[in-house]
Each structure stands twice: as structure tokens, then as C-alpha cells.
């Protein structure tokens, strides 16, 4: 069973810094490209970031550029992402997802999600 | 960026109707459109890849189609548990996009 676990969340205060995480299971993590969807309270989905099979391509959504990063363990299992300098706008739930490609490109499986407080 | 206009943002309908939502790309996207469905507290659940390939699992009430840069998830005919928010992403670009999201409520 394909299984997503973030962690990592919680209450920072604006300016501050955290580092998600998500462990993944029931799939072989190395062999497939992963992303971060956010979601503010009340709000639609972002797409944040996006990381390759090897770490060596990287994308991101503009208004996190220069401030998060994307990485992963492929010997961990495991998705991050580092965020910096962080704001009320960064405020939501983030969801780890993994990226598959059939005829296009689709998130097939989600985590739970995480929750992020930005807030003083 | 590519900028996915999805409409309406939400509509009430009754068991049995048949739900139509429409996503509209920026520019061109090929078929390079998922549609996910999302109940309240719970993570998207991937219904349609590539504009119209139903996932396993999906029930074929709902179907996906294509006319240039317009895109539309229809529900043939309402059920209870569909009652949701559904969204677009195009998968296009780099940078992935998604819809503002339609929620569908009961009348």
C-alpha cells in the first residue's frame, strides 16, 4: 500500500524557519518524481515544488523562489522541504504527493497533510 | 505562469443531475489536465489524468473532455458522495497550476 507521511509542522513565528518532511512507503521512492501542494485555511490548492528522481532537477512556484527548497533522501525514503523566511501568506496545510506520468503528468497519491501556523 | 480559469466556483444540484464544471487554460496545454476531487479535512483524490483517462477505481459517472484550452469534468449523474470540491491542474509546465476549485453543494 502506497503510504505518504508528512511531519514537521507547527506554529513559527514570521521571518522564522521550518523543515518539513515526509516519509514515503509502499512504492519505490527513488524511481519516481515528488511534489508539495499547499492549501491556506479556506483556500484552494497550490502546487509549491517539485523534485526529480535523482535531486538534480527542481521546480518551484514563484512565490516561494529563493525562500523554500526542495530536497530528498532516496536511502531515507524521504521528501523535505526547507522553509525560510516565512509569512502569514505561507499559512496552510502542506500535502506531500507523489508524481506520476501515464499519458500526462498527475499526483496519484497524497499524504495527509501538514499544518503550518505562521503567526506571532 | 499558466493561469486556470475554472467556473463556476460553486453550484447546488440534487441527487440524480448531471454536473458539468469547466476549466479554461491560459494557453495552450495539450491534454495536460487532471481533475481531482477533495471532500472537507482530507487530501485530493485524482479522478482524471490527461484530460479524459478515468483513474481505477474512479466510477464512470465521471468523465473528462477536451476543446482546445477548454476543459470539462462532467458528472453524469449526482450522487451523494459527491458531493465535494473538485479542481483542475494542468501539468504542462514546469510550474503546475491548479483551478480555483468548484464545490459542489446539495439543493
Known amino acids: 500500500e502506497v503510504q505518504l507521511v508528512e511531519s514537521g509542522g507547527g506554529l513559527v513565528q514570521p521571518g522564522g524557519s521550518l523543515r518539513l518532511s515526509c516519509v514515503a512507503s509502499g512504492f519505490t521512492f527513488s524511481g519516481h518524481w515528488v511534489s508539495w501542494v499547499r492549501q491556506a485555511p479556506g483556500k484552494g490548492l497550490e502546487w509549491v515544488a517539485n523534485?526529480?528522481?535523482?535531486?538534480?532537477?527542481?521546480y518551484y512556484v514563484d512565490s516561494v523562489k529563493g525562500r523554500f527548497a526542495i530536497s530528498r533522501d532516496n536511502a531515507k525514503n524521504s521528501l523535505f522541504l526547507q522553509m525560510n523566511s516565512l509569512s502569514a501568506e505561507d499559512t496552510a496545510v502542506y500535502f506531500c504527493?507523489?508524481?506520476?506520468?501515464?499519458?500526462?503528468?498527475?499526483?496519484?497519491?497524497w499524504g495527509q497533510g501538514a499544518l503550518v501556523t505562521v503567526s506571532s | 505562469d499558466i493561469q486556470m480559469t475554472q467556473s463556476p466556483s460553486s453550484l447546488s444540484a440534487s441527487v440524480g443531475d448531471r454536473v458539468t464544471i469547466t476549466c479554461r487554460a491560459s494557453q495552450s496545454i495539450s491534454s495536460y489536465l487532471n481533475w481531482y476531487q477533495q471532500k472537507p479535512g482530507k487530501a485530493p483524490n485524482l479522478l482524471i489524468s490527461a484530460a479524459s483517462s478515468l483513474q481505477s477505481g474512479v466510477p464512470s459517472r465521471f468523465s473528462g473532455s477536451r476543446s482546445g484550452t477548454d476543459f470539462t469534468l462532467t458528472i453524469s449523474s449526482l450522487q451523494p458522495e459527491d458531493f465535494a470540491t473538485y479542481y483542475c491542474?494542468?501539468?504542462?509546465?514546469?510550474?503546475?497550476?491548479f483551478g480555483q476549485g468548484t464545490k459542489v453543494e446539495i439543493k
Open positions: 491542474q494542468q501539468s504542462y509546465s514546469t510550474v503546475w497550476t
Open positions: 523534485i526529480n528522481q535523482d535531486g538534480s532537477e527542481k
Open positions: 504527493a507523489r508524481d506520476v506520468r501515464s499519458s500526462g503528468w498527475s499526483h496519484d497519491f
